[in-house]
């Protein structure tokens, strides 16, 4: 059994790796920690873990933590950076579901997240954990960046395009939709019901965090640097993401082959669907489950590939992703705890 | 492994009997029928199955359904009772999650149902398959009546009070609450998402088809007639139910021990969670999972005992609880498939 | 032109205000307060006032207020109370919105409410806003407490029952179900789109501020004391109140003169509807109007009286019935500004 | 008065068109067609009517049209263009809200909607009835073809930058988001609560019917053929469209003037509305309301344009347009019975 750890679990994606961990055969959840919660039994918190865990938040411990195999950081950006190099020190391995340690470019770092950042050293031994990308550095990896949610939908979708050199890469555009967990689990005014119910907006239009990792994500996948403009908005629903790429063929005549190029590039995958030719991938399909589906689209007189990519946000885009990291850390079957199919309608 | 069969497999209760059987690991699901859809795979209706399921909806056959160990029907009403001697006869054993079997008076059944019943054999041998009262005869039973979903969260809430013979069984009060895949998966216009969304009205306030069947279980539990009202609602939501239970107390002092009676009640089950007195159970609590939870209150100055019980009314009020009891008759853990948290958020 | 006032206007029933006023012929609002938004243009705060208003918050002013016509609390309670005796002597007429000057038992008052409360003088002298029961005193009056939601919609479906001694006061049951406005716009995170959307629930079944408003109103109908339980519950919409009530009917023959008694009783109401017996009234029907729909149920062998009552709860249940009690007090048709149907869809 | 004939009343757009006529001054319905549903009363069918109408579904009649000084045809295609060349003959004035007279190419009509156009004169002789664009020609016209939903959204959103000459008219992209009401009135499995709630999807994402329309408007707008793509997408909300732009600046430092550009060109429309730069509009700030909003953006070390425009489908949308152009065509103030702020929350 793997012995893990939780630091800052009261958020969605903290009750999602529980929800998940529950029935994960391998894992045993030792610690879960909380500075405003510790007491509180996480079930007390998330009565849909009544009868699944015993467990209370705890004050952050760094002698509790040391003693794990694996700790998850599902933090604020600014926590890891700070407790990683301890834990690093100790031989834990760890999977940071935040931002600290996704971009290789800590001035880019510092100017989106509004600090500094304080452990270049694993910032730069961090792998971006993608698994269709990095999956055997991953395996090795004591640190693993966990991919954040919109750059995970984006990234899957763009990638046999900028691989395979078939459009220009200055001219992507990405028009994501998200639900509403994906802005976590805070009394903010914005988030309500009352504001998020029956409405739709854009927001970030102007530049969001996400954009310099999708933009270092593609620039890796195309080997060269891409100009990309991601426009995030805000869906009335809780769980999802939606993106709908748009990118300029070089060659037309590559339309017929963009199928099965895509099929090939994910047949392994087995966390990626490329549906047929002219789907409508929803949303729901992968609530709750760890998959991205994804189809191609293209429209008369027209080269523009459009391709529309789905994922759950808080696990393709966060928990579940983390968890496939994990599997692959630990040397498991990849789809060990991730095989329940989505919870639909 | 359990060679099983589903007659009927287009609506939402189809879905989610093969959304939780893909994870079973005693099942095999051999056929599934549709004589609307027959030939289109399920995972072209169905896309979260995509990559669970190879099989396709099929005309029903007898031959096939015969061969299986346990056939689900998962029909509207009418149709199981006209199939099922053909099944009883062979000695495939039958978990019918539709109307057929649910009442013992046929003249009664008859007129909720707009039709005379054919199959009087039948409907007396079926076991009424509420578990937590009837678990040892479900598990000999080769017919097993699948509750409805709105009896199963009203049942369960009054049961520890009438079997106690607390309060007055002639005043009982049920205000029922549903998400709309209850009303299953018509082209209904009433049902669009324009007419359902952000609305909220009573339906069935005359009268509704699980009004008998709510009435002869409660009057199994008191063990005499019962008066019972009963209003079911629509809420704007997909998933789930929350009935709130309203009875007079007999004798007022009662209320010290009623939460110890409620949780000694269930103690032993596992898919009935009482809650502390005084919480207030949320139906995402169970979305998804096989689970009734519930908590009692009282008003000051009152009394009049309040039970809040909620279900998914796709688990535990259809799909899952016919799992569960397929897993008493064929002398698997209860829990088995059943055991993962609900989707929260 | 009536010269308004608005005290507190950033939250719900503040907005709401303004919108039904911005198309009103008679008034014009002057000042518009709130302490923490003071500067802030209201049309910055509500977009879909842009156009409609040059206004900006401003810090409360009592030589601004002075000046008013009227002025309209939407303030937490507590504020109201301390702010009136003031504006009363100053010959300001007042609607006061919050739950200040509703009930007349003050101790009762202090005892939901956690403070004591200041101004008995006018708390003994305002009057209860409810124009379908006072629409002769609130033309007199200087002072009116504007009903609570839940308390609009269930005072008036049970009124005429009370009114007309026909059922047993003692067991009075009142469902009620609202949409999350209810709640006010404030961060909480109980109230977040991820915590409150796609589930149902209960809150305050052991006992909610609008109870004590509730018993006050219906003891007044019925001249009596009443025994009333009253269960409110979360609905994950935005706007809609719909509340089912439950009487026992003394005569069974009485049923047949229900339907004309209920529509007797409100024939002159321009505000109050009654659908056909065995309607079932949906908060949409209602939303963004000054209306209470609502339709009788009988079911089968029981001497139960249904009413379900639906009202928006920022309309006929704060903002709207508060215009209305403005029509009334300064002579103005009592439709004026409010003649507008519900958004439907 | 003018009198106003509605043929095809049954769907959103024709319940919409009766709820804003309800409050005009200068309109009196006189009737309102539906084949199915002849005979029922209007506020049967939507009971936010009830009050507001005695009018009742008849049905469509040559005489009774004739005698109407306007005609609205809410119906789907096919049906204006029969009926229409009788009405023109007849001196009757007519706004459709279908497609039938949006497009000029008949040919490209006809491979969209799957038949041959049957009135070519009044194609030819109809003006598209956007207001902003075409104000003095829609005051003489007979027949108004009220623009379709997404192409108002996207339209108003481009203009000024299309006849500013400012981008590239080849590389358009509009994703557009809309409500559930934007299908209909049908009883489409597709469009249930249960299929459409909690979750996202494009669709028509390899061409929709309201492309060439937007091809047609854009090009007028830009004197020249333009290469647009467009996709669609479907929101588990009600009401609503939000199109998001993106164009590539033929110029960068022109965009320093685009705000003022877009200020300028909007300044003396009475329905759009023009916010600061760096906005994100909101749906719900339009619900119910004949409104466009919308908001420019630019994201750093990018040439891209973007923005967000939104509007009500069903008002600006559809109905409200429709009396929109109404009011211009009868030299009525164009804001009249369209003054009502949006519903917010």
């Given at each position: 059994m793997i012995k893990v750890g939780i630091v800052g679990g009261t958020g969605y994606t903290g009750v999602e790796l529980l929800r998940i961990l529950a029935v994960h055969p391998e894992v045993k959840v030792s610690c879960i920690t909380s500075r405003s919660e510790a007491?509180?039994?996480?079930a007390d918190m998330y009565p849909n873990l009544r009868g699944h865990y015993d467990l209370a938040f705890s004050e952050p411990d760094a002698t509790v933590l040391k003693a794990c195999d694996l700790v998850f950081f599902a933090t604020p950006h600014g926590v890891a950076m700070r407790m990683v190099p301890e834990l690093m020190a100790a031989g834990v391995r760890v999977v940071d579901l935040?931002?600290?340690?996704?971009?290789?470019?800590l001035d880019v770092w510092a100017s989106w997240y509004g600090m500094r950042h304080e452990s270049a050293e694993w910032a730069a031994k961090?792998?971006?954990?993608?698994p269709e990308i990095a999956r055997s550095v991953i395996r090795e990896s004591q640190l693993v960046a966990n991919p954040g949610c919109y750059p995970t939908a984006v990234q899957l979708g763009f990638l046999p395009l900028l691989e395979g050199g078939l459009?220009?890469?200055?001219r992507l555009i990405a028009d994501a939709k998200s639900g509403?967990?994906?802005?976590?689990?805070?009394?903010?005014i914005g988030m309500l019901h009352g504001e998020v119910g029956e409405s739709f907006k854009a927001y970030g239009a102007s530049g969001h965090r996400h954009l310099p990792e999708i933009r270092q994500g593609l620039a890796g996948a195309a080997g060269q640097d891409v100009g990309v403009t991601f426009v995030p908005h805000l869906v009335p629903m809780i769980r999802g993401i939606e993106a709908t790429l748009y990118a300029e063929l070089n060659?037309?005549?590559d339309f017929d082959r963009l199928q099965s190029l895509f099929e090939e590039r994910f047949r392994e995958e087995p966390f990626v669907d490329v549906m047929p030719f002219g789907s409508h991938p929803e949303t729901r399909s992968v609530r709750g489950a760890n998959q991205c589906r994804m189809a191609l689209h293209r429209q008369e007189q027209s080269n523009v590939v459009i391709v529309s990519s789905v994922i759950d946000n808080l696990v393709k885009g966060a928990a579940g992703q983390a968890v496939q990291n994990m599997n692959i850390m630990f040397g498991l079957a990849e789809t060990l705890g991730l095989e329940a199919p989505a919870l639909l309608p």
């Open positions: 007491g509180m039994p996480v935040s931002a600290d340690f996704r971009l290789k470019d961090a792998v971006y954990g993608l459009v220009d890469p200055t509403a967990s994906g802005a976590g689990r805070q009394g903010k060659n037309p005549t």
